[in-house]
């Protein structure tokens, strides 16, 4: 069945020449279509923005507005381009597909008709020869021009990436560059990133405009860095024409111009795909518009290639995780709803329980779906907790406690860092001169000795991380031989569950 269904993808790509007279036809007409932080998810999920929170996106959609703008415009005025973050998120990676866990993301991302991605953070999640051998296994070009070899030879850091390519359009020459976000060693807690040099993306992104600029009709930045960063990029570096950017996972409805640059970004998961229509004249843009598609299925008819796809790994995945497990009542667990979130509450506290821990500590970011009341699937908590991280215990002292929650508050006050989850932890705050202070810190009802020491359960990202996640180095960390969504399995199969209502940091007025 596989084999038959690779073979009439191969033979139904979106792509293909098209013949028949193309409706727009005006020189230098060119339309970008992109997706971002797609992260695994290749079927219709729920858009929690729009009324209802229906089911939106999936590739079937995708390839079927890729192939409908092929059709309307001409094959040879249509690029499709992707900001990275391919990789992690849902089941689908745990299935090996071309020697490479992920791997049928590939599969998704050439019958859709892509024609470049560009490396984004959690393509390294599994290691660094993981990556390797992803892509090298992409058919479509992978492009990051600022990971290089440590050797200071200017060598890509992974065989296989590009600095940039040039792609033929309507007569012209699209010069698109890859630039990869440069706190990747932050983000990244396997080591992955030891092995390569991740340089400054403003000084790359001047160095490839400087090569691109000569050669090229329109200089495109491919980014997953994030949308202040895309601001900063374009704000720094003249002669960048358009940054289709990832990372943020920022739904612009409306695109962003810096000088003369354009930027935009489709959200994330594959629920909905941007489409810019811009014409091009001596090297400069001289009409430009973008929208942002929500890729409504009761609208949109399907590709057959990738509805196909599609249907073939639900089918696998329902196998493997579709089984319910346990049930959800009282409403839904989402990540919504400012600095402390109900999912937040509910992660903290699965770790905390799992280790029989004194306090529990989660960091937003590793949170990735939400769930739904009713019965809970295997799937359900995958997508929650795709990462793998364990569940690590150490000891903190009083005072460091202290100094963390603090770290929070003004996390929670200035915005410029996330604000970790909390369990077991009672903290009423307020501002006094511009700066948080802590109004009472209580662990399991009782206010915090500084001279005491408390248990704390994390994941083994937070712990990693330290210096950015906690702010001091643990000491004597244990890693369980449990994974977090091996624990939210066993919660969930254990008892029914609720959304945690109790607030864990309450800020005072005044």
């Known amino acids: 069945m596989i084999s038959f269904l690779l073979a009439l993808l191969a033979c139904q790509h979106p792509v293909g020449p098209n013949h028949s007279e193309p409706v727009a036809s005006r020189p230098g007409h060119l339309v970008v279509v992109h997706t971002n932080d797609l992260h695994a998810h290749f079927s219709p999920g729920r858009a929690s923005w729009l009324d209802g929170q229906p089911d939106i996106g999936g590739f079937g959609a995708i390839g079927a507005t890729v192939q409908q703008l092929h059709e309307e415009n001409g094959d040879d005025r249509v690029l499709y381009l992707d900001g990275g973050d391919i990789l992690t998120g849902t089941p689908l990676m745990d299935f090996e597909v071309r020697g490479v866990k992920g791997g049928a993301m590939l599969d998704f991302m050439e019958t859709a008709g892509m024609d470049a991605w560009v490396l984004g953070n959690h393509e390294f999640d599994i290691g660094l020869d993981h990556i390797s051998q992803f892509v090298l296994a992409s058919k479509v070009p992978v492009l990051s021009a600022n990971i290089d070899a440590l050797d200071g030879s200017g060598a890509p850091g992974i065989i296989g990436v590009q600095d940039h390519t040039i792609f033929d359009r309507n007569g012209m020459k699209i010069g698109v560059f890859g630039l990869t976000t440069d706190s990747l060693a932050r983000l990244i807690g396997s080591g992955a990133t030891e092995g390569v040099d991740v340089r400054d993306v403003v000084s790359v992104a001047r160095e490839q405009v400087a090569i691109l600029e000569p050669q090229v009709d329109l200089v495109v930045a491919l980014t997953h860095v994030g949308l202040d960063k895309d601001k900063q990029i374009a704000e720094a570096v003249p002669g960048i024409d358009l940054i289709v950017g990832g990372h ?224 001091f180095e643990p000491k004597d960390v244990t890693v369980n031989e449990v994974t977090v969504y091996e624990a939210a399995v066993k919660r969930v199969e254990e008892s029914e569950i609720s959304p945690p209502t109790n607030i864990r940091m309450f800020k005072e007025d005044g």
Request: neutral net charge; charged residues 20%; contains cysteine.
């Open 248 to 471: 943020s996972h920022t739904a612009l409805n409306e695109p962003i111009r810096v000088g003369d640059t354009w930027i935009v970004q489709a959200g994330c998961y594959a629920r909905q795909l941007g489409v810019t229509d811009m014409t091009i004249r001596e090297g400069r843009i001289v009409e430009f518009s973008a929208t942002l598609r929500d890729l409504h299925l009761d609208q949109a008819k399907q590709h057959e290639p990738s509805f196909a796809l599609e249907k073939m790994w639900k089918e696998r995945i329902g196998a493997h995780f579709g089984a319910t497990i346990g049930k959800l009542t009282g409403g839904n667990i989402e990540r919504i709803g400012g600095d402390e979130t109900v999912m937040g509450r509910w992660a903290s506290d699965t770790v905390r329980w799992a280790v029989d821990s004194d306090i529990g500590l989660y960091n937003p970011g590793g949170l990735r779906a939400d769930l739904v009341e009713g019965p809970i699937t295997r799937g359900d908590l995958y997508n929650v907790f795709p990462f793998g991280n364990a569940i690590v215990q150490f000891n903190v002292t009083g005072q460091d406690l202290v100094g963390l929650l603090l770290r929070n508050a003004a996390a929670a006050l200035h915005g410029r860092h996330p604000v970790m989850q909390l369990s077991g932890i009672d903290l009423r705050w307020r501002v006094r001169a511009g700066a948080p202070e802590i109004v009472d810190a209580r662990v399991a009802g009782k206010a915090i000795d500084h001279t005491a020491v408390y248990s704390l359960a994390t994941n083994s990202y937070i712990a990693g991380q330290w210096a950015y996640n906690l702010g």
